[in-house]
C-alpha cells in the first residue's frame, strides 16, 4: 500500500510559479513510476508529466513543456512538480499518482495504480 500526499496548491496571478510536492510512504518508493495530473471542473482527468524512479524517463504534456518541471527525491520519497508561467487555463485540482509496471503508458491515468487526495492550483488572470 502507498498513500501520496499532495501540497503546495493556492492562487496565483498568471505568470506566477507555484511547486507542488507529492510525499509518498508505506512502501519503497523507488518500485515506482511517478505522475502529475490535473483535473478542471467539468473537463477529462488529464495527464502533466512524468518520471521513471530513476530519473532516466521523463514526460510532459506538449502545453507545459518549457514551463513545467518535474523532479524526485529518492531521500525524501517525493515528488515535485514546479510550474513557472502559470496561465489561467492551468487552472485544475493536481494529483500526483503512483505506477506500479514500467511497462504501458505514463500519460494513461487509468494504468496508476495509487493517487494522492489532490491539491488546488487557481491561476488568476
Known amino acids: 500500500q502507498v498513500l501520496l500526499v499532495e501540497s503546495g496548491g493556492g492562487l496565483v496571478q498568471g505568470g506566477g510559479s507555484l511547486r507542488l510536492s507529492c510525499a509518498a510512504s508505506?512502501?519503497?518508493?523507488?518500485?515506482?513510476?511517478m505522475g502529475w495530473f490535473r483535473q478542471a471542473p467539468g473537463k477529462e482527468r488529464e495527464f502533466v508529466a512524468a518520471?521513471?524512479?530513476?530519473?532516466?524517463?521523463?514526460y510532459y504534456r506538449d502545453s507545459v513543456k518549457g514551463r513545467f518541471t518535474i523532479s524526485g527525491d529518492h531521500a525524501k520519497n517525493t515528488v515535485y512538480l514546479q510550474m513557472n508561467s502559470l496561465k489561467p487555463e492551468d487552472t485544475a485540482v493536481y494529483y500526483c499518482?503512483?505506477?506500479?509496471?514500467?511497462?504501458?503508458?505514463?500519460?494513461?491515468?487509468?494504468?496508476?495504480?495509487?493517487w494522492g487526495q489532490g491539491t488546488q492550483v487557481t491561476v488568476s488572470s
Open positions: 499518482a503512483a505506477k506500479l509496471s514500467s511497462s504501458g503508458s505514463p500519460w494513461r491515468y487509468w494504468e496508476y495504480d495509487y
Open positions: 508505506g512502501r519503497t518508493f523507488s518500485s515506482y513510476s
Open positions: 518520471i521513471s524512479w530513476s530519473g532516466s524517463r521523463i
